[in-house]
């Protein structure tokens, strides 16, 4: 049994592009919520996704938007980058309302 | 606002010592206080935690306290070992907005000494 998955492992983007990155669920699970952690803090809550919505926001501007599908895979969308956004990118996975969520190993994105 | 936040960036420990790794919250709202351990390159991975209207709770080799008093959660770690040196974190869990949200402390690096 795979546990999370993302992609790619790691990113390289200039200012101003725009990047996706890919997240698939632990088998089971339904809801996917997304981190940003920059280097040597914890990890910031950006959104949550359950039943292909967005459910729960954290303090983040609207150039960061995501998505889920059908088969409660998600991406993580991140327009118009910045430096500032250079951090590791990790989704956790979970069922609807479980305390535990399970972490995939995240995508390094640096910005230059 | 809501804040978890960790007393010292740094932990060092020798082998087969106990370990106690400390952590404030600010947020009285949250259901659960969580733990998690993070490796070089990978991500935060659960180790225990502990239900908002408990003070203890015992896991193998890990034990968690929870102080609602002064808003204090620790994780102790015993006979630690030299795959215990990792990243620990605090969490808590709010349930506001429908969703299992967590908030993260910034973390507290354990070394472990031979």
């Known amino acids: 049994d795979a546990g999370v998955t993302q992609s790619p492992t790691h990113l390289i983007k200039t200012r101003g592009q725009q990047v996706t990155l890919r997240c698939s669920p632990k088998?089971?699970?339904?809801?996917v919520s997304w981190y940003q952690q920059a280097l040597g803090q914890g990890p910031q809550f950006i959104f949550q996704y359950y039943e292909e919505e967005e459910r729960q926001r954290g303090n983040f501007p609207d150039r960061f938007s995501g998505h889920q599908f059908p088969n409660y895979s998600s991406e993580l969308n991140v327009n118009a980058l910045l430096l500032g956004d250079s951090a590791l990118y990790l989704c956790?996975?979970?069922?609807?309302?479980?305390?535990?969520?399970?972490f995939g190993p995240g995508t390094r994105l640096t910005v230059t | 606002g809501e804040s978890v936040g960790l007393h010292l960036p740094t932990l060092s420990v020798q082998e087969g010592d106990n370990s106690i790794i400390n952590c404030a919250y600010s947020?009285?709202?949250?259901?659960?206080f969580i733990w998690y351990k993070q490796e070089s390159g990978k991500g935060p991975q659960f180790i225990i935690d502990?239900?908002?209207?408990?003070d203890k709770r015992q896991g193998q080799r890990v034990t968690v306290l929870l102080n609602k008093t002064v808003k204090h959660l620790s994780l102790q770690i015993a006979a630690t070992q030299p795959g215990d040196s990792a990243v620990y974190f605090c969490a808590e869990r709010g349930l506001t907005g429908g969703g299992n949200k967590l908030t993260f402390g910034t973390g507290t690096q354990l070394k472990v000494e031979l």
């Open positions: 956790a996975s979970s069922l609807q309302g479980a305390r535990e969520q399970y």
């Open positions: 947020n009285s709202a949250s259901d659960y």
């Open positions: 088998s089971g699970h339904d809801t």
């Open positions: 502990i239900r908002s209207n408990m």
